[in-house]
Nanobody, 119 residues
Framework: QVQLVESGGGLVQPGGSLRLSCAAS??????????IAWYRQAPGNQRELVAR???????YYTASVRGRFTISRDDADNTLYLQMNKLEPEDTAVYYC???????????WGQGTQVTVSH
């Protein structure tokens, strides 16, 4: 059974930083056939892709976060990270960890962690 548990969200002032974590069980992030990603959903908006890692260490970022956010993983701990710098109020959302498991041909979601950027 795949389980993803996010942590690290909170309240931060504009210009600040946060690091989100996603601990996985039942699946291995290191497996290059899997696609691992962070999504976010702001109130009233659809869930959107923030960053993705695939084919090993290939990464993709949505334009609004490029240069500010960094997706990475720790294979020893089987944990996915999202380092978020220079946060803006527009980054306020619930952030979700996602993995598309090649073996299952389906995606899995974490429960989400709230990020609020405000004075």
């Amino acid at each position: 059974q795949v389980q993803l548990v996010e942590s690290g969200g909170g309240l931060v002032q504009p210009g600040g930083s946060l690091r989100l974590s996603c601990a996985a069980s039942g699946i291995t992030f290191e497996n290059t056939e899997n696609i691992i990603a962070w999504y976010r959903q702001a109130p009233g908006n659809q869930r959107e892709l923030v960053a993705r890692m695939y084919a090993g260490d290939t990464t993709y970022y949505t334009a609004s976060v490029r240069g500010r956010f960094t997706i990475s993983r720790d294979d020893a701990d089987n944990t996915l990270y999202l380092q978020m710098n220079k946060l803006e109020p527009e980054d306020t959302a619930v952030y979700y960890c996602n993995v598309f498991a090649a073996r299952d041909r389906r995606g899995y979601w974490g429960q989400g962690t709230q990020v609020t950027v405000s004075h």
